[in-house]
């Protein structure tokens, strides 16, 4: 029996490849600071599909997604899409870390901190 395939399905590739030449200005500035294993030592990958849905930024190592919120993401129908993409993918064992587009730019060493200190060996 095959394992069903959970991690970049080829169905999303051309939709994949599409948000990572179009990235958020806030998604590009933090992308420079965690592509090349520079966070940790960590691997990165940016629009990265779990099942049906594109997060942001991934590391497989840490189990961890990363998410940037613009004002996309400011009003009620999108901030439960979100509030349900993040329960499901956390029911799968993954660790949703979520920060405002402005927070990347006025505190990117607490983001990047934050983020450090939720790998694994950080982890209470």
């Given at each position: 029996?095959?394992?069903?395939?959970?991690?970049?399905?080829?169905?999303?590739?051309?939709?994949?490849r599409?948000?990572?030449?179009?990235?958020t200005p806030?998604?590009?500035?933090?992308?420079?600071?965690?592509?090349?294993?520079?966070?940790?030592g960590?691997?990165?990958?940016?629009q990265?599909?779990?099942?049906?849905?594109?997060?942001d930024?991934?590391c497989?190592?840490?189990?961890?997604?990363?998410e940037l919120?613009g004002?996309?993401?400011m009003?009620?129908?999108?901030e439960e899409?979100?509030?349900?993409?993040?329960?499901?993918?956390e029911d799968?064992?993954?660790?949703?870390?979520?920060?405002?587009?402005?927070?990347?730019?006025?505190?990117?060493p607490?983001?990047?901190?934050?983020?450090?200190?939720?790998?694994?060996?950080?982890?209470?």
């Amino acid at each position: 029996m095959r394992k069903k395939k959970i991690h970049d399905k080829p169905e999303l590739k051309t939709f994949r490849r599409k948000l990572r030449s179009n990235a958020t200005p806030a998604e590009g500035f933090l992308w420079k600071h965690l592509q090349r294993s520079q966070l940790g030592g960590r691997k990165f990958r940016r629009q990265h599909s779990i099942y049906n849905y594109i997060v942001d930024f991934y590391c497989a190592s840490e189990g961890l997604v990363i998410e940037l919120d613009g004002q996309v993401h400011m009003n009620p129908k999108a901030e439960e899409y979100d509030r349900n993409r993040d329960a499901f993918l956390e029911d799968m064992g993954f660790i949703v870390l979520r920060y405002e587009n402005k927070m990347v730019f006025d505190f990117l060493p607490s983001v990047l901190k934050d983020i450090r200190d939720h790998f694994k060996e950080n982890r209470k």
